[in-house]
């Protein structure tokens, strides 16, 4: 009897280690994985808004380079991506949107308006191409290729 209980703890034994080595190879091959996608994200190039200037005294900070995300809002309230405490920009004044490989550029109801390259917006969504001015209250930005980027429209 003592054989047939030691016979069934080493199968045992050896199947929970098999299913050990097992989930460790598959967590590897998953980091390897995503770590791959994240070079074919590279394939996509990065844009970022630069900042170009602002007009009078500011009197609130500001970045001169903010990085977009996927959805990018822009505005007074502390819950927008990028935050600028003109007193010119709406809560929430603008969004970015990056859709496949384009960026777009969208008013989100903004009492002074958002400009692109010195029109108004007005509630169209329009989409950026590299070096666009945009105008959001007393700061202007220019929607950029990040550096070391090459860029698929002048392929």
Do not use: W
């Not at 030691?6 to 598959?26: D, H, V």
């Not at 380079?65 to 927008?80: H, Q, S, W």
């Not at 550029?105 to 329009?126: A, E, I, M």
Request: with cysteine.
């Amino acid at each position: 009897m003592f054989e047939i209980v030691s016979s069934i703890f080493k199968y045992a034994f050896t199947l929970i280690i098999y299913i050990f080595i097992y989930n460790i190879i598959r967590l590897i091959l998953m980091d390897i994985r995503s770590m791959s996608d994240k070079g074919r994200s590279g394939d996509m190039p990065r844009y970022v808004l630069k900042l170009s200037g602002v007009k009078g005294i500011a009197d609130f900070v500001i970045e001169p380079v903010y990085d977009l995300n996927k959805v990018t809002t822009i505005g007074r309230a502390v819950e927008n991506t990028i935050t600028i405490e003109d007193d010119f920009l709406s809560a929430t004044h603008a969004r970015i949107i990056r859709k496949r490989k384009n960026y777009y550029l969208q008013d989100d109801n903004s009492t002074n308006g958002t400009f692109l390259n010195g029109k108004r917006l007005g509630k169209r969504r329009v989409r950026l191409k590299d070096g666009d001015q945009i105008h959001l209250g007393r700061c202007e930005f220019l929607f950029v290729m990040e550096k070391g980027q090459v860029s698929h429209e002048s392929i």
